[in-house]
């Protein structure tokens, strides 16, 4: 059975970071490319940054400078690193897989 567990999520202040883990089960974590999405009562649903099988990443234009995807494989743990975060960044973060996997989701609030 496939798991994916979210963490890290909270209350920061704009300009602060944070860092979610995901932890990846029941399956070969380092053969799929992984995906971290938000999804916000205005916005709806965004994908905000995807990670290969080797490495190459990608992302929203909004994340883009502010936001670092990365894997390990060894640990079979999703990151995303986050900086500089603004209020629109609130939102629920899922890890999510390519054949369509969800974490429960980690909350993430931007807030003074």
């Known amino acids: 059975e496939v798991q994916l567990q979210a963490s890290g999520g909270g209350l920061v202040q704009p300009g602060g970071s944070l860092r979610l883990s995901c932890a990846a089960s029941?399956?070969?974590?380092?053969?799929?490319?992984m995906s971290w999405l938000r999804q916000t009562q205005g916005k709806g649903l965004e994908r905000v940054a995807d990670i290969m099988n080797d490495d190459k990443t990608a992302y929203v234009d909004s994340a883009k400078g502010r936001f670092t995807i990365s894997r390990d494989n060894g640990k079979s743990t999703l990151y995303l690193q986050m900086n500089n975060l603004k209020p629109e960044d609130t939102a629920m973060y899922y890890c999510t897989t390519p054949f369509g996997s969800w974490g429960q989701g980690t909350l993430v609030t931007v807030s003074s």
């Open positions: 029941g399956y070969a974590f380092k053969n799929f490319a």
